[in-house]
């Protein structure tokens, strides 16, 4: 399977409106008080089930600008067995993963232990975080964006 690289200012171009409501959703959490490195944990997370390289660099990047160490980023994926992880942030992860593999939808211990970290505005907009991210796997995955190189990509992750 050959990979052309395509930029996510193609989707951009091709569908603005489509484009800006992501955006938007993805940027909702932030502006109503969700902790940019537990936003960022997540969004790692879910790109990473994904599969979506782009969206793992992309936020790699991001969360070391916002200060969360390499060896937490490097643990996300086994955040289970790191104990490095908050109980906030293990709910984060564990709802993250509830909501990116809907095989069996959320199940009772998961979603309670979400309920006892956040109270119901703060899920429903780290929902709405983890739905803007699931987007843009799909359409990293879709059009094969590729990671730039790390110059490059911090300067991305910077706008």
């Known amino acids: 399977m050959s990979h052309a690289r395509s930029e996510p200012k193609d989707y951009k171009a091709l569908a603005p409106e489509a484009y800006e409501i992501i955006q938007a959703l993805g940027h909702a959490a932030s502006k109503a008080g969700i902790d940019k490195q537990l ?39 086994v955040w289970r067995e790191a104990p490095m992880f908050s109980s906030r942030e293990r709910a984060a992860l564990a709802w ?40 843009w796997n799909r359409l990293g995955v879709a059009y094969r964006w590729t990671p730039a190189a790390r110059q490059n990509a911090a300067a991305a992750a910077a706008s």
């Open 96 to 135: 993250t993963e509830a909501l990116t593999v809907l095989t069996g939808g959320v199940n009772d211990e998961v979603y309670a232990q979400a309920r006892a970290e956040f109270s119901d505005r703060e899920l429903a907009y780290l929902s709405s975080a983890i739905a803007s991210i699931n987007v």
């Open 39 to 77: 936003l960022e944990l997540v969004k790692l997370r879910a790109s990473q089930i994904n599969g979506c390289a782009f969206c793992v660099q992309h936020h790699i990047l991001i969360a070391e600008k916002l200060g969360i160490s390499a060896d937490k980023l490097n643990l996300v994926v």
